[in-house]
């Protein structure tokens, strides 16, 4: 039955590796290199989301061949403004990382 007070995010809506066409939902300027699931996580908790369950042993409907993982968020607002929240946040953190 479909939850409708929740949203799940996927790792792979924030990977730059992958096409549009293969589930990645947001530009690649608001995108990183393979996230991890511990950085999905902590990006979520920075930008003020609660994390109702997540999985690290699932795959992604468009790439069933790969693991993946994803995380659940009550819905406070937009799907999409829910993304680029936590994509703020995980560019961020990658960025300090890498200097």
């Not at 990645?24 to 930008?47: H, I, N, Q, W, Y």
């Not at 790439?63 to 995980?90: A, C, D, M, Q, W």
Request: aromatic share 8%.
């Amino acid at each position: 039955m479909k939850d409708y007070e929740h949203v799940v995010i996927w790792l792979d809506y924030f990977n730059k590796n992958l096409k549009k066409s293969k589930g990645r939902r947001l530009g690649l300027e608001k995108c990183v290199f393979d996230p991890s699931l511990k950085e999905l996580m902590d990006a979520t908790k920075a930008g003020g989301l609660e994390i109702t369950e997540s999985d690290d042993k699932v795959r992604f409907p468009k790439r069933p061949f790969v693991r993946s993982g994803y995380v659940i968020v009550p819905k406070g607002s937009s799907k999409t403004k829910i993304l680029n929240k936590i994509s703020e946040k995980l560019v961020a953190k990658r960025s300090k990382q890498s200097k």
